[in-house]
């Protein structure tokens, strides 16, 4: 007995470190994107473009959404910032489903894990799903209810010195602080956050510019860590599950709760159970996706795995936030909504994929069980290779807060001392990070200048 449950858990363990192997190389390159794309996408001040709750600031919450990943907790905390400052309540909930459901780690994650199928009703879904939103909230919006919450909202952060970091939206502590020149008291959430808005103030240089310094991968690497810290405890909570429930949860299980069969009342049955052990599975943000896997396996429908994936922001640890945020009004009113258009939107997207004659079918394929995980094929290859840029960043991220600090780079901001590359301008000496920081200097000293060297010590800045 003994021996046979020391199997059934080694089991479990190889399918859910095996399953993460798999899934380990689109993981790192989709958060390398998309740190990029956060780094070095121009984007507007996001709650002065999404004030008005229509089609184009919903469109623009969308798209601001999808270039800003996080984890379900770290979107829920930038749609609190946006709505503080006065972004419309439908844009703000559509800011949060798009950062976690139409993001490229997310989609990579589903393509390698589940197939392209998945992948079109992820992405088509989520557009359909933010339109049945949008639709839903200006239908029942309590109008009256969000803008007291709004202003009691902000009534409370303000009596308890509560600010949002400037660089990243997510709430700032007391011990990363900093006073501006202009008097101003800026909070981050993190050393990294606070190194990055110094080194922005201090840079004059473009991003070609910067991507071939050392500071402008600084930036990248920092918001690389900031992407893993948000989301890795949900990424192994989430593989590992799978491998268990993959194990230990017996077939019968799957068919009570899900109904087997064909049929209109058969597909709403299902989508509406996949929200709701979405919600009491405690699994966001990219967890959820090897759990879905689990789901898939075992028999669950495609309305009933594409509904689960699509709840990740009303798992019962994520309402607990809402409730401490904007009370519990709101957040049953967000639960509400939440559920009826991820459980519709899953139900919708079997029924055109079967109009379609596209929804998958696993009969036949290897099951968890039977695959081997673990050898010399093109998963091996790509995950040496996202292993080394992985190190690769964050070595750059650890340089960055560790480099010498007595001048900024004029060029990326980046900090460094009188050993490192310099050149002399109008009588002024300036230190670079690089010589390719010099030599961009050197073709323009103007642009760059600032008159006199950045010195670290006695400025904020």
Not at 44 to 62: H, N, P, W, Y
Request: proline share 2%; hydrophobic share 45%.
């Amino acid at each position: 007995m003994v021996a046979t449950m020391i199997d059934a858990i080694s089991e479990a363990l190889r399918i859910g470190v095996g399953f993460l192997w798999t899934a380990a190389w689109a993981i790192i390159m989709g958060l390398t994107i998309t740190s990029l794309v956060q780094v070095y996408v121009s984007k507007e001040r996001m709650a002065q473009v999404l004030g008005d709750g229509d089609l184009s600031g919903l469109t623009k919450a969308t798209a601001f959404g999808a270039a800003s990943s996080g984890c379900s907790f770290g979107a829920v905390a930038i749609g609190k910032g946006l709505f503080k400052k006065g972004a419309h309540a439908v844009n703000f909930l559509a800011f949060m489903f798009a950062s976690t459901n139409l993001i490229v780690e997310l989609g990579l994650m589903i393509l390698i894990l589940l197939g392209w199928e998945f992948l079109v009703a992820e992405l088509l879904g989520g557009l359909i799903l933010i339109a049945v939103m949008a639709v839903i909230v200006h239908l029942t919006l309590p109008e009256n209810l969000f803008d007291e919450v709004r202003e009691t909202l902000n009534e409370r952060d303000h009596e308890a010195g509560v600010t949002e970091d400037p660089t990243c939206g997510m709430e700032g502590k007391d011990e990363y602080t900093l006073t501006t020149d202009g008097g101003e008291t800026l909070k981050f959430c993190s050393e990294g956050c606070m190194e990055t808005y110094r080194q922005e103030m201090s840079s004059r240089g473009g991003w070609r510019d910067e991507l071939l310094s050392w500071g402008g991968w600084y930036k990248v690497g920092n918001q690389y860590r900031k992407e893993w810290s948000m989301i890795w405890k949900d990424i192994v909570a989430g593989f590992l599950i799978s491998g268990f429930v993959i194990v230990f949860v017996p077939q019968w299980v799957w068919n009570t709760l899900f109904i087997q069969g064909d049929g209109l009342l058969v597909t709403a049955e299902n989508a509406i159970m996949g929200v709701t052990i979405a919600v009491l599975s405690f699994v966001g943000s990219m967890g959820n996706v090897p759990f879905a896997v689990a789901l898939w396996g075992g028999g669950v429908s495609f309305a009933g795995i594409i509904a689960f994936v699509y709840a990740d922001l009303i798992t019962i640890p994520v309402l607990n936030v809402y409730r401490k945020y904007y009370g519990w009004k709101i957040m049953l009113y967000i639960l509400g909504v939440f559920f009826v258009t991820m459980a519709f939107t899953g139900f919708l997207m079997e029924l055109l994929f079967d109009a379609l004659g596209i929804v998958p079918d696993l009969a036949g394929g290897e099951t968890a069980t039977e695959q081997t995980y673990f050898k010399l094929n093109y998963t091996f290859y790509l995950n040496l290779i996202a292993f080394a840029l992985s190190g690769f960043l964050l070595y750059v991220y650890r340089r960055g807060l560790g480099a010498p600090g007595q001048y900024r780079d004029p060029v990326c901001g980046m900090r460094t001392d009188d050993s490192e590359p310099s050149a002399t301008h109008d009588g002024e000496t300036y230190y670079f990070c690089s010589q390719t920081c010099k030599e961009t200097f050197g073709e323009n000293p103007d642009e760059y200048a600032t008159g006199h060297p950045m010195v670290m010590e006695g400025h904020d800045h």
